[in-house]
């Protein structure tokens, strides 16, 4: 049985924002090398967390064991940012589940500093860093715009069903004698909230972990949600990077 059946809520998700989280925010501890940790929620993971059945927008199953998981970091929530995604609006049920739970943080800065032609300052903090990406294969070509200097791949689908090796080949970078990452940039959906979770007691402390999503498949082509398809992406990137495509 999901989580809230029945529940009357139907307030706007702005309502349970504790406060901004702007990209200045991002920028200031990236450079000032203050680790910190960052994750964000949408209507993906609200719709896995509320027990209900089928798949998000990529096709990532709502998998029983990841609901549970994903319970836990609200249930038990770490010292780390929370974000929630202007989506998770539409899940009511989804916002008075968490209300006592989180302190809500705005969690689209990153993405709206990118749809705006801003985000280059971020693009410049993180080209300082060392940086392991967990992602799809298709994002290993971000390398143009900045260093990775690990990649950990992840199925395209259901990388949930690999989190036990995921997590193996994340903590074996950060226990690698040469160039241990410094930033932990993850785009593997809703899993990310459980790496995070799962991580952040062991490496936290010494690392940044960033929520990125699913922000950088249009750099790499792939206009895999509504915004990327209306505007001049080729323009924005540029702007965003310094580099033309």
């Not at 709206?112 to 992602?135: D, N, V």
């Amino acid at each position: 049985m999901g989580i809230g059946r029945g529940s009357p809520a139907k307030k706007s998700a702005i309502r349970y924002i504790k406060k901004p989280l702007p990209i200045e925010f991002f920028i200031n501890n990236l450079n000032s090398e203050t680790n910190f940790s960052f994750v964000r929620y949408g209507d993906g993971e609200a719709a896995c967390i509320l027990g209900e059945s089928g798949e998000n927008c990529d096709g990532h199953q709502y998998f029983l064991k990841m609901r549970d998981d994903l319970r836990r970091t609200i249930e038990k929530p770490k010292d780390y940012y929370y974000g929630l995604l202007r989506v998770a609006k539409e899940r009511p049920k989804f916002l008075d589940y968490t209300r006592k739970k989180i302190g809500w943080y705005f969690g689209d800065s990153l993405l709206e500093a990118s749809c705006a032609g801003t985000l280059l300052p971020f693009i410049q903090s993180i080209r300082r860093k060392r940086i392991c990406y967990i992602g799809p294969e298709r994002l290993k070509g971000l390398t143009k715009y900045f260093s990775i200097d690990t990649f950990i791949d992840i199925p395209e689908k259901n990388c949930y069903l690999s989190k036990e090796t995921t997590t193996i080949r994340i903590l074996e970078s950060f226990y690698s004698k040469t160039k241990r990452p410094q930033v932990y940039l993850f785009s593997s959906g809703m899993p990310t909230k459980v790496f995070v979770y799962e991580l952040y007691d062991l490496i936290g402390s010494q690392v940044t972990m960033l929520d990125m999503g699913s922000m950088f498949d249009i750099y790499m082509g792939y206009a895999t949600r509504k915004y990327a398809r209306t505007n001049n992406w080729n323009e924005l990137i540029f702007k965003n990077t310094g580099i033309k495509l």
